[in-house]
């Protein structure tokens, strides 16, 4: 599995792109580089592209743990973009863990719809 992460500075946004298999060894991994990444502050948004990811072995006590060690302050939008039914799943009961408002927290099938809700945050 590929997990890739951009922190753009200038957007205030962080990007991960997951691809292949996702499990919670992957999530874990992720959380810690950006927690050690100089420009990552956790008020930045957060823009999760799982269009290429095949399928996703996490369990809902391993989703728990994540969302308890997130780097990023709560309050702080973040979109998600899936294409199947497994990562809208997944998503939401993430979603639903950390108790997400949907003025905070979308799911999105469509990449650009998800930066344009992203950025329309970063004009207020």
Same mark, same amino acid.
């Given at each position: 599995?590929?997990?890739?992460? $951009? =922190? &753009?500075?200038?957007?205030?946004?962080?990007?991960?792109? +997951?691809?292949? *298999?996702?499990?919670?060894? !992957?999530?874990?991994?992720?959380?810690?580089?950006?927690?050690?990444?100089?420009?990552?502050?956790?008020?930045?948004?957060?823009?999760?592209?799982l269009?290429? $990811? =095949? &399928?996703?072995?996490?369990?809902?006590?391993?989703?728990? +743990?994540?969302? *308890?060690?997130?780097?990023? !302050?709560?309050?702080?939008?973040?979109?998600?973009?899936?294409?199947?039914?497994?990562?809208?799943?997944?998503?939401?009961?993430?979603?639903?863990?950390?108790?997400?408002?949907?003025?905070?927290?979308?799911?999105f099938?469509?990449?650009?719809?998800?930066?344009?809700?992203?950025?329309?945050?970063?004009?207020?």
């Amino acid at each position: 599995m590929a997990l890739t992460q $951009v =922190v &753009d500075v200038t957007r205030r946004l962080v990007v991960n792109v +997951a691809s292949g *298999l996702l499990n919670a060894q !992957d999530m874990v991994e992720n959380q810690l580089a950006l927690r050690n990444d100089p420009a990552f502050a956790g008020s930045f948004r957060s823009l999760i592209d799982l269009r290429r $990811v =095949v &399928d996703i072995d996490v369990s809902s006590e391993e989703l728990r +743990a994540l969302a *308890l060690s997130s780097p990023f !302050d709560s309050g702080v939008r973040r979109a998600y973009v899936v294409t199947s039914k497994e990562q809208f799943g997944v998503t939401r009961l993430y979603q639903a863990i950390i108790d997400a408002d949907a003025r905070i927290y979308r799911i999105f099938e469509n990449y650009d719809e998800a930066v344009a809700w992203l950025d329309a945050d970063s004009e207020k």
